[in-house]
């Protein structure tokens, strides 16, 4: 019964290194959801995905950030050439394609 | 400007008193939902209200969406540590945009034992 999976739970990276973050989502939900979490900003939406699509990424940086979900795997979000403030908690939720969406424990990401 | 206004920002409450926390907007919301989220953890979803005036019970917790549907409430009756914790409400990104979702900043609850 296992819930949401995100791995690594910490991640630190220095400056222009690559950070991906992964997501394995619930049993059966083929809905995957990021959101970063910014002590002032609170959570915010970045991306939504099916399998093999990207379905909106309208909360997305347009630069550097990309995100995945292939037909097998987990669900990864990569950010390239990393620089202080992208520091923050990474959520991943899923769901079966309503409202209901259930979150992972978090990627906390430090960048040095 | 924050779609959704959380207040208080802060509380901090000895174990035993009642709380009653506020997620404000002025605009109108096909349903909004309320998360309790842990340090360290992500948010976990307690109730979705739908209908305006509608009132949810959760043990202690106690939900209420505005007539108006433009506001909404979160009661708690003899808070326990257990209940510390950051609280968020959320609403709907739009029209059927399923798990796209806005949230407020949250409120910071502290219970002492």
């Known amino acids: 019964n296992a819930g949401v999976m995100q791995n690594p739970r910490h991640l630190v990276r220095r400056r222009g290194q690559e950070a991906r973050l992964r997501c394995s989502p619930m049993?059966?939900?083929?809905?995957v959801y990021w959101y970063r979490q910014l002590p002032e900003e609170g959570l915010k939406f970045m991306v939504y995905?099916?399998?093999?699509?990207?379905?909106?990424e309208s909360g997305m940086p347009k630069e550097r950030f990309s995100a995945e979900f292939p037909k097998e795997g987990p669900s990864i979000l990569r950010i390239q050439q990393v620089v202080r403030g992208d520091s923050a908690a990474y959520f991943c939720?899923?769901?079966?394609?309503?409202?209901?969406?259930?979150f992972g424990s978090g990627t906390q990401l430090s960048v040095l | 400007t924050q779609l959704l206004e959380q207040s208080p920002q802060f509380l901090s409450i000895q174990e035993g008193e009642n709380l009653t926390v506020y997620c404000n907007s002025s605009s109108v919301f096909s349903s909004l939902q309320w998360y309790r989220q842990e340090p360290g953890e992500g948010p976990v979803l307690l109730v979705t209200?739908?209908?305006?005036?509608e009132v949810k019970k959760l043990k202690r917790l106690t939900f209420q969406f505005g007539d108006a549907r433009k506001d909404s409430s979160l009661h708690i009756t003899a808070a326990q540590p257990g209940d510390t914790g950051l609280y968020l409400c959320?609403?709907?990104?739009?029209?059927?945009?399923?798990?796209?979702?806005?949230f407020g900043q949250g409120t910071e609850l502290s219970v002492k034992p």
């Open positions: 939720a899923s769901s079966l394609g309503g409202e209901k969406l259930f």
């Open positions: 209200v739908v209908t305006g005036g």
């Open positions: 995905l099916q399998k093999e699509n990207i379905i909106d």
């Open positions: 959320a609403v709907p990104k739009g029209h059927n945009q399923g798990g796209k979702l806005i």
């Open positions: 049993k059966g939900h083929s809905h």
